[in-house]
Nanobody, 124 residues
């Protein structure tokens, strides 16, 4: 069983930056896809970004393109989400997830491992 632990959340003003980290408790050769999701109060959990573990292809939802960057450090079993130019609408609980399947990065059902989440709050 792989555990994912997020860190790096916090409160910032609009225009600020945060870097989220997600550390896996163990190496998982079968992991093909890392994803970041977020869920704001009263809203569905949505895919924000994802990265293929082999090759490093990245995916982003339109609302964060040009502002967020997902990256990975395979030696540390860690995936990052650099968030710049943050907006109040980015306020949410952010979750990382891992999947053995390299498809439908935006779908919750693709992922079988989830972290507990880290809160990001952006004030105007």
């Amino acid at each position: 069983q792989v555990q994912l632990v997020e860190s790096g959340g916090g409160s910032v003003q609009a225009g600020g930056s945060l870097r989220l980290s997600c550390a896996a408790s163990a190496y998982t050769y079968s992991t093909r896809l890392w994803g970041w999701f977020r869920q704001a109060p009263g809203k569905e959990r949505e895919g924000v970004a994802a990265i293929l573990t082999r090759g490093g292809t990245t995916y982003y939802t339109d609302s964060v393109k040009g502002r967020f960057t997902i990256s990975q450090d395979n030696a540390k079993n860690t995936v990052y989400l650099q968030m710049n130019s943050l907006k109040p609408e980015d306020t949410a609980m952010y979750y990382c997830a891992a999947s053995p399947r390299a498809l439908a990065w935006y779908a919750r059902d693709t992922y079988n491992y989830w972290g507990q989440g880290t809160q990001v709050t952006v004030s105007s």
